[in-house]
T-cell receptor, first 110, second 117 residues
Framework: EDKVVQSPLSLVVHEGDTVTLNCSYEVTNFRSLLWYKQEKKAPTFLFMLTSSGIEKKSGRLSSILDKKELFSILNITATQTGDSAVYLCAVTGANSKLTFGKGITLSVRP | EAEVAQSPRYKITEKSQAVAFWCDPI?????LYWYRQILGQGPELLVQFQDESVVDDSQLPKDRFSAERLKGVDSTLKIQPAELGDSAMYLC???????????????FGNGTRLTVT
């Protein structure tokens, strides 16, 4: 059974801090790893990673995948209160089935 | 930007009643997914469609849940009878890909929050 473990489960930081969110996985026939941000409604897509070692970057957010060690990190620099959300990691395996972790709750305090 | 449409946004029902949720995926998206998300957990797949066919419903509690996508476009998820433990957010998502050729991410609707009393 595919498995995704995220850590820490929750995190409180102050504006301007840098945070690193972790995701490790076990999946049959790995195809991709995705990061989503979820506020009070639907998860919104952040990144999809398919190749090891390649960094995806969008503004203050970046992510990298290590397929050998089966993990990914999501980095947020210069955090803002608007970054407060649940960050979900998911992996795609056989038949495009997407398996999610439990999420990391990030709270950014002013 | 095109969105996945879901209705209703909120639903309160008594246990043992029937309830139905509707989803209209992004136009042209062949793959449609229904996920259930319990508070504090990540979404869990209930059923996956490719066009009108079910690809994966291994996690769907078939004694009470049913899903259909008759014309391969919009979809309905039904629960009958509802139980207290069904209280959750029900998320619909769609993607361009066909199973086995995963190249694009899932796009989620805003969900239906179900409360069973």
């Amino acid at each position: 059974e595919d498995k995704v473990v995220q850590s820490p489960l929750s995190l409180v930081v102050h504006e301007g801090d840098t945070v690193t969110l972790n995701c490790s996985y076990e999946v049959t026939n790995f195809r991709s790893l995705l990061w989503y941000k979820q506020e009070k409604k639907a998860p919104t897509f952040l990144f999809m990673l398919t190749s090891s070692g390649i960094e995806k970057k969008s503004g203050r957010l970046s992510s990298i995948l290590d397929k050998k060690e089966l993990f990914s990190i999501l980095n947020i620099t210069a955090t803002q209160t608007g970054d407060s959300a649940v960050y979900l990691c998911a992996v795609t395996g056989a038949n495009s089935k997407l398996t999610f972790g439990k999420g990391i709750t990030l709270s950014v305090r002013p | 930007e095109a969105e996945v449409a879901q209705s209703p946004r909120y639903k309160i029902t008594e246990k043992s009643q029937a309830v139905a949720f509707w989803c209209d995926p992004i136009s042209g998206h062949a793959t449609l997914y229904w996920y259930r998300q319990i508070l504090g957990q990540g979404p869990e797949l209930l059923v996956q469609f490719q066009d009108e066919s079910v690809v994966d419903d291994s996690q769907l509690p078939k004694d009470r849940f049913s899903a259909e996508r008759l014309k391969g476009v919009d979809s309905t998820l039904k629960i009958q009878p509802a139980e207290l433990g069904d209280s959750a957010m029900y998320l619909c998502a769609s993607s361009l890909d066909q199973p086995g050729t995963y190249n694009s991410p899932l796009h989620f609707g805003n969900g239906t929050r179900l409360t069973v009393t």
